[in-house]
């Protein structure tokens, strides 16, 4: 496990409470709200060379959390905080996010939770970004989160100097523009590697995550697990009435 992001939430949480670290084997990315079912977790125990004692389960973020909650700590966490995530989750990402859905599931648990991302894939500096997490886990502790809801953090990757502040924001509308890249392997069979993405807002807001980032705002965003559309509801209930059997 190779996680520096990790690594730099665990030691700034340290300065606010008990730490313990569960954490996927292995790189995650993109899994979503994932959970193992058809075959056993495996868990073990690690020593980071800072001497930090961990626990490694493989199997997805959200596996992680259901159990360490459920079987590998002694006690009930008071707040889960999932990350640092190395590139931003804004937009469509928060459903793809390994990360954001740990702190989902921690959320679904009854635990109060925040997921935080660095947006960037190069040159990462954590440092920052721990900082944040850090302040926003303790206002966690403080003041609580309304029932079923969870915090999505995103970090401008600048100096921690040049950030301007934090913004409450809305998730962004904008959705992803993939390509694929056709290849061949030895064999000559083909197959296809997602080689690019890129963000596409066709509706910009100047209150949403993406354009907070593009102002070197941290943004947070309060982000809940019940997809209920109830404008739709509404605008559906007619179907009900239409239906004769």
């Known amino acids: 496990m190779n996680a520096p992001g990790l690594a730099a939430l665990a030691s700034a949480l340290d300065a606010i409470g008990e730490v313990a670290v569960v954490a996927p084997d292995r790189e995650r990315s993109a899994v979503g709200h994932a959970v193992t079912l058809t075959e056993p977790l495996r868990a073990w125990r690690e020593t980071w060379a800072d001497g930090?004692?961990?626990?490694?389960?493989?199997?997805?973020?959200?596996?992680?959390?259901?159990?360490?909650?459920?079987?590998?700590?002694?006690?009930?966490?008071?707040?889960?905080?999932?990350?640092?995530?190395?590139?931003?989750?804004?937009?469509?990402?928060?459903?793809?996010?390994?990360?954001?859905?740990?702190?989902?599931?921690?959320t679904i648990l009854g635990i109060p939770a925040a997921a935080v991302s660095l947006d960037t894939f190069t040159d990462p500096d954590f440092g920052p970004a721990a900082r944040v997490a850090a302040w926003v886990a303790g206002k966690i502790l403080e003041n609580g989160l309304p029932p079923r809801v969870m915090l999505n953090v995103n970090v401008p990757a600048l100096p921690e100097k040049e950030i301007a502040g934090l913004k409450i924001t809305r998730q962004s509308s904008a959705v992803?523009?993939?390509?694929?890249?056709?290849?061949?392997?030895?064999?000559?069979?083909?197959?296809?590697?997602?080689?690019?993405?890129?963000?596409?807002?066709?509706?910009?807001?100047?209150?949403?995550?993406?354009?907070?980032?593009?102002?070197?705002?941290?943004?947070?965003?309060?982000?809940?697990?019940?997809?209920?559309?109830?404008?739709?509801?509404?605008?559906?209930?007619?179907?009900?009435?239409?239906?004769k059997l």
């Not at 590998?72 to 990350?83: H, I, K, Q, T």
């Open 52 to 106: 930090r004692e961990v626990s490694v389960v493989d199997g997805t973020p959200a596996d992680c959390v259901k159990v360490a909650v459920k079987a590998l700590l002694e006690r009930r966490p008071d707040a889960v905080v999932s990350g640092i995530n190395l590139g931003g989750n804004a937009g469509v990402n928060v459903i793809y996010s390994g990360t954001v859905s740990a702190a989902t599931e921690a």
């Open 176 to 243: 992803l523009e993939d390509r694929y890249e056709e290849r061949h392997d030895p064999r000559g069979r083909r197959y296809f590697w997602l080689a690019a993405e890129r963000m596409s807002v066709p509706d910009p807001r100047d209150d949403d995550d993406i354009a907070a980032l593009e102002e070197g705002y941290v943004s947070v965003t309060p982000i809940h697990y019940d997809l209920t559309d109830e404008a739709a509801r509404a605008e559906l209930a007619r179907w009900a009435e239409e239906l």
